[in-house]
T-cell receptor, first 113, second 116 residues
């Protein structure tokens, strides 16, 4: 079946450290891939997206590249800030006669000053 | 632009009681979604409306869950009777188009339900 697997959290980093959150997927067909972020007490917000193989999505210093050969969409940021502390969700959307969104379990990130 | 409004923010009920959640989407958004987010898991779609019609309710436990969007604007999600495993955050989202590919979703802050 279709699924998204993320690395388990929490991830704890010091400010200015490099961030990687792994995401791999299983899908029939050709999904679009997304990263959403959920700050404390708020709803999910779209962070970045990629719609085809080798596309790179980027926003607010975060990047992720759609790797079809490894079925991965890892999230990276070169220098994290305390304000990046949140839960990050990887998701895919498939067109199966209608658009289906499947979310990963989420990875909580804590950034210490 | 006002966001997606949800109420209440928190609700604690005993098992076998009933509960209702309310969502008001962004003005002009034809598509409305209800998601269930259990602690430690990603959101799972319960039901999707296009205007006042149901597009997808394949994962809605229809023996206890119901939802309506009578006038194609705001929506209510009801659980009757509640079980312990219904404890979760219930998220509402809206988008302009039915075939939105995910970048047009706007989520509300959610309602946290605790069933004791």
């Amino acid at each position: 079946g279709n699924s998204v697997t993320q690395m388990e959290g929490p991830v704890t980093l010091s400010e200015e450290a490099f961030l990687t959150i792994n995401c791999t997927y299983t899908a029939t067909g050709y999904p679009s891939l997304f990263w959403y972020v959920q700050y404390p007490g708020e709803g999910l917000q779209l962070l970045l997206k990629a719609t085809k193989a080798d596309d790179k999505g980027s926003n607010k210093g975060f990047e992720a590249t759609y790797r079809k050969e490894t079925t991965s969409f890892h999230l990276e940021k070169g220098s994290v800030q305390v304000s990046d502390s949140a839960v990050y969700f990887c998701a895919l959307i498939l067109n199966t006669g209608g658009f289906k969104t499947i979310f990963g379990a989420g990875t909580r990130l804590f950034v210490k000053a | 632009e006002a966001g997606v409004a949800q109420s209440p923010r928190y609700k604690i009920i005993e098992k076998r009681q009933s509960v209702a959640f309310w969502c008001n989407p962004i003005s002009g958004h034809a598509t409305l979604y209800w998601y269930q987010q259990i602690l430690g898991q990603g959101p799972k779609l319960l039901i999707q409306f296009q205007n006042n019609g149901v597009v997808d309710d394949s994962q809605l436990p229809k023996d206890r869950f119901s939802a309506e969007r009578l006038k194609g604007v705001d929506s209510t999600l009801k659980i009757q009777p509640a079980k312990l495993e219904d404890s979760a955050v219930y998220l509402c989202a809206s988008s302009i188009f039915y075939r939105d590919r995910g970048d047009g979703y706007t989520f509300g802050s959610g309602t946290r339900l605790t069933v004791v």
